[in-house]
C-alpha cells in the first residue's frame, strides 16, 4: 500500500490491488479488481456493471492474508466499470479481521 488519504467525513482509504468475486443479488457472478479499501467499503473495477443500490457478496482475500473473507456490500456509485461499495454490517468476525489488517497497514505506513 502506497499511501493513505484522511478525510475528516469518511475512514482512511488504502491503495492496494487484489483480485475478488462479486456474487450481485441475481445470483450472478462477476471478477473485481480492487484499487482502494476502508474499513467502510472499497472501489473496484468489475467484469461487468452493476446497478447503483446493487446488493452483492464480496469474496476475498487480502494481500499477505490467507483467511477468506465475505463482505456484504451495495454499490452506492458506479462510473462505466468502475463501482465503489459500501459494506454493509454484517459477520463481526470478516469485519474485525478486515479492521485489524488495515489498522497494521496504516502502522506500516508511519
Given at each position: 500500500m502506497e499511501s493513505i488519504r484522511d478525510f475528516q467525513y469518511r475512514a482512511p482509504r488504502f491503495q492496494i490491488d487484489f483480485h475478488f468475486l462479486v456474487q450481485a443479488d441475481d445470483g450472478q457472478f462477476r471478477y473485481g479488481r480492487c484499487y482502494e479499501i476502508s474499513d467502510?467499503?472499497?472501489?473496484?473495477?468489475?467484469?461487468?456493471p452493476l446497478n447503483v443500490d446493487t446488493k452483492a457478496a464480496l469474496i476475498f482475500t487480502l494481500p499477505g492474508e490467507a483467511t477468506q473473507i465475505m463482505v456484504?456490500?451495495?454499490v452506492t456509485r458506479r462510473f462505466?466499470?468502475?463501482?465503489?461499495?459500501?459494506?454493509?454490517?454484517?459477520?463481526t468476525h470478516d469485519r474485525t479481521h478486515l479492521h485489524q489488517y488495515l489498522l497494521a497497514q496504516k502502522n506500516l505506513e508511519r
Open positions: 467502510q467499503g472499497l472501489v473496484a473495477w468489475l467484469s461487468e456484504a456490500a451495495t462505466g466499470f468502475d463501482h465503489a461499495f459500501a459494506f454493509i454490517p454484517s459477520s
